[in-house]
T-cell receptor, first 112, second 113 residues
Framework: KNQVEQSPQSLIILEGKNCTLQCNYTVSPFSNLRWYKQDTGRGPVSLTIMTFSENTKSNGRYTATLDADTKQSSLHITASQLSDSASYIC???????????FGKGTRLSVIA | DAGVTQSPTHLIKTRGQQVTLRCSPK?????VSWYQQALGQGPQFIFQYYEEEERQRGNFPDRFSGHQFPNYSSELNVNALLLGDSALYLCASSFGTNNYEQYFGPGTRLTVT
């Protein structure tokens, strides 16, 4: 069964600190993996998209890594800001016209 | 360039009623996918419309139906509402059906009482 598991479920960090969120997936055949940021009650916004051949991609203070062999990805946030408080969702796409598989997200709270 | 828009923003309905949610895709996109997101959960795929036809469907009952219009906009209809239908309903648009670049709308918060 295609699944995406994220950890931790929630995280609280101090403003200015770094953090890393984890994503493990069993989706096959793999096409691409994306990280979304979702503010409460709003639609997800894409941060990064990585295909099989990419093992790292950055978007400002966000850096995603992908290990297609171990089927793991991480999202590293550098110098966190209060506005980073949100849910971060890992989404994996299988090859072909199949629905995206979503993780449940990690709820990040950045406090002053 | 307008992104994905959804209406209404919020909606309160009573059990047994019917509801229609609307979505306009991002300019240049021709495919619309609908998702249901319960509180604290990831989005669950409902169905996808392309060329005015339902192309894929997730594990949702027939009470959930949709439509796509010639201008690519879409509607999600839910009949015989249940309390468990309370959720954030997200619309996402893309070009073609390969789901590579899906842009999400702001969502419609449906509360069923």
């Amino acid at each position: 069964k295609n699944q995406v598991e994220q950890s931790p479920q929630s995280l609280i960090i101090l403003e200015g600190k770094n953090c890393t969120l984890q994503c493990n997936y069993t989706v096959s055949p793999f096409s691409n993996l994306r990280w979304y940021k979702q503010d409460t009650g709003r639609g997800p916004v894409s941060l990064t998209i990585m295909t099989f051949s990419e093992n790292t991609k950055s978007n400002g203070r966000y850096t995603a890594t992908l290990d297609a062999d171990t089927k793991q990805s991480s999202l590293h946030i550098t110098a966190s800001q209060l506005s980073d408080s949100a849910s971060y969702i890992c989404v994996v796409s299988a090859s072909g016209n199949t629905p995206l598989v979503f993780g449940k997200g990690t709820r990040l709270s950045v406090i002053a | 360039d307008a992104g994905v828009t959804q209406s209404p923003t919020h909606l309160i309905k009573t059990r047994g009623q019917q509801v229609t949610l609307r979505c306009s895709p991002k300019s240049g996109h021709d495919t619309v996918s609908w998702y249901q997101q319960a509180l604290g959960q990831g989005p669950q795929f409902i169905f996808q419309y392309y060329e005015e036809e339902e192309r894929q469907r997730g594990n949702f009952p027939d009470r959930f139906s949709g439509h796509q219009f010639p201008n690519y906009s879409s509607e999600l209809n839910v009949n015989a509402l249940l309390l468990g239908d309370s959720a954030l309903y997200l619309c996402a648009s893309s070009f073609g059906t390969n789901n590579y670049e899906q842009y999400f709308g702001p969502g419609t918060r449906l509360t069923v009482t």
